[in-house]
């Protein structure tokens, strides 16, 4: 761990990268700029996978500027995602950030990853917010960084205490509707987690406890937790996560989890490919609206031909649904079985 204070403001100025600017060489282009010992800002404002995602380039500047000092803005309900981040000395508040000067170089990645007609955004996004800045990342810079603090793993430990021995994690809900695989079917999958892992209790998380169920072979976590660690802590007392495209699924492969997602919006590989022991279903091709790059994508062929691929209008995630609940029990059952 990284002791450090959170003071809450931050004064961005200096040399500034805007979400919009790509660019192309950061040795070239923003290094020479700098004075010896910079200060340097990183701000996002949104999305818990996107700030443990964005951690490698924050690395990657740092063995870059090592005399920097580095702070980085996020929300308060990410603040603990940079905990013990040995490469970040302190977490300000993204929403207080104003315009005063006081850096030397201010990365702006508000908006900067999500419009996907940018080339630099139809990568790995681990890469995106490191080509954002000019930087692109050798196969020793790709890993992110992110752990829960000893107290959440206190409070996993006491909560899977005396429930069982061998459980499977499942992130219920992800963050946006059109990335989570049908909740009305959880009963239906831990039927047949049941039928093909009777050994393994599956241990349901998500924050909010109207998600989820009770069943003999289900450990309820569902509105339990109170932090994002506490979830992430409750992944490492599993053999196996089983998640949405969503936060939680970065968390596990930061810690390094045996991981399976069930992704539909965005081709998982640009997600998850850097991750070790990671494995995922993807229903791309059993819809032609799938993937839509969240709804950025156009019709190419068919009758919908050059319009916008998106479910907005019915509320019905058409790709995930595709996806039956023994064919992700099979899956979880193969990547256990895997030596």
Partial sequence: MCGRKTTGVATPGGVGIAPEDTVGSFEREIAPLLPANPRVLFIRDAGAGDVIMSTAAVR?????????????????????????????DDVVDASR????????LVVDWRRAVENYSLERNRRNRIESFALHAGIVLGPGERTTVYSPSEGDWEYARGFVKGKGE????????????????????????????????PGHKLLLIDRQAE???EAENVVNACGRTRRFGEAAALL??????????????HAAGAM??????????????????????????????????????????????????GRRKSCMESRRNECLETVGAGEIARAAAAVLNEK
Avoid: K
């Avoid at 996020?74 to 981040?85: D, K, Q, V, Y």
């Avoid at 990335?179 to 093909?196: D, I, K, Q, S, Y």
């Avoid at 599993?238 to 939680?248: A, K, M, S, Y």
């Fill in 211 to 213: 998600a989820g169920i």
């Fill in 236 to 249: 490492g007392m599993c053999e196996l996560t089983v998640t949405q495209d969503t936060g939680l699924a």
């Fill in 97 to 104: 950030v104003g315009r005063a000067r006081g850096y030397d």
């Fill in 60 to 88: 990657a500047v740092r063995r870059r500027l090592s005399g920097a000092r580095i702070d980085y803005a996020a929300m308060g309900p990410h603040f603990e995602l940079l905990e013990g981040n040995c490469d970040i």
């Fill in 166 to 197: 061998r459980f499977i994690g499942y992130v219920a809900q992800a963050a946006a509707w059109n990335r989570t695989w049908p909740l009305w079917r959880l009963r239906e999958l831990a039927g047949e987690f049941e039928r093909v892992l």
């Fill in 256 to 305: 390094g989890l045996r991981t399976l997602v069930v992704a539909g919006s965005i081709p998982p590989e640009l997600r998850f490919g850097y991750y070790e022991n990671f494995s995922w279903i993807h229903p791309g091709g059993r819809v032609p609206c799938c993937p839509c790059w969240d709804w950025q994508a156009f019709h190419r062929t068919g009758p919908e031909r």
